[in-house]
């Protein structure tokens, strides 16, 4: 069955409306450590409009799962993530006027200035991990530079319309998955999964784990964050029919 990754960047979203002190994302995360994650997932942007650098040092020091850093290729956070050392470093694109990550990381594209990132971070005993849209050409550039792992971007899964679009972006990912443990790469997913349509990606036979942030804290304003993780969990974590 997969593993539940945890993003507490929405809590941070909320403190930094008001510039105050709480919602604390640190506490967040031991919440939902309480309420059995796998991992805390968390994304340190250049414009800290939700983690600042305080949290992610904090976060560092009270996880007891995995803590795993989104976080672009510019030399400012590489220097951070690689001076605080998390257990997985997920590299994705960002933009300043985007509301949230709209896509995977254009491996073939950059993968040129990847190259030393992810030697510096690998040198830190870091495990990297590219966030790329389900598409072989970019899971054969990821395979040409070494990582261990990628995760699939769920996004057009979880944005299509309509019966049969949902149908053919699920197999799109299950053929991606496939072809992924096929090269030998670990195969996470997320982006815009929900209660609603989390079933079919954690049914997926080949992949290893779900992060999920946004509908995890939008649940918890209703419910509490402990019983918002354990709902998910319970979704996630469930056995894979045969």
Same mark, same amino acid.
């Given at each position: ?38 991992? %805390? *997932?968390?994304? @340190?942007?250049? #414009?800290? !409009?939700?983690? +600042?650098? $305080?949290?992610?040092? &904090? /976060? ?65 005993? %870091? *495990?990297?991990? @590219?966030?790329? #849209?389900? !598409?072989?050409? +970019?899971? $054969?550039?990821?395979? &040409? /530079? ?65 992060? %999920? ?30």
């Amino acid at each position: 069955m997969p593993q539940l990754g945890v993003n507490v960047d929405h809590v941070a979203t909320l403190r930094q409306a008001r510039r105050a002190a709480e919602p604390n994302p640190v506490w967040a995360a031991v919440e939902a450590e309480l309420a059995g994650c796998d991992s %805390i *997932v968390c994304h @340190l942007r250049e #414009d800290r !409009r939700h983690l +600042q650098d $305080d949290d992610l040092v &904090a /976060l560092r020091e009270v996880v007891t799962t995995r803590l795993n850093v989104e976080m672009a290729i510019a030399r400012e956070i590489v220097a951070i993530v690689a001076r605080v050392r998390p257990d997985q470093a997920t590299l994705v694109p960002e933009r300043r006027q985007e509301i949230t990550t709209e896509g995977g990381l254009d491996v073939v594209r950059h993968r040129r200035r990847l190259r030393p990132v992810l030697q510096r971070l690998h040198d830190r005993g %870091i *495990v990297v991990s @590219l966030f790329v #849209d389900p !598409r072989e050409r +970019q899971l $054969d550039a990821a395979r &040409a /530079l070494g990582v261990t792992m990628v995760e699939l971007h769920t996004g057009g899964y979880a944005n299509a319309r309509g019966e049969h679009a949902r149908r053919e972006a699920l197999a799109q990912l299950a053929a991606s998955a496939r072809v992924a443990r096929g090269m030998g790469l670990v195969v996470n997913a997320g982006h815009g999964l929900t209660y609603a349509n989390v079933g079919a990606v954690a049914s997926i036979p080949d992949v290893t784990e779900l992060n %999920i942030g946004h509908s995890i804290i939008a649940r918890a304003v209703f419910v509490g964050l402990r019983q918002a993780v354990r709902e998910m969990a319970a979704l996630v974590h469930r056995e894979r029919p045969l």
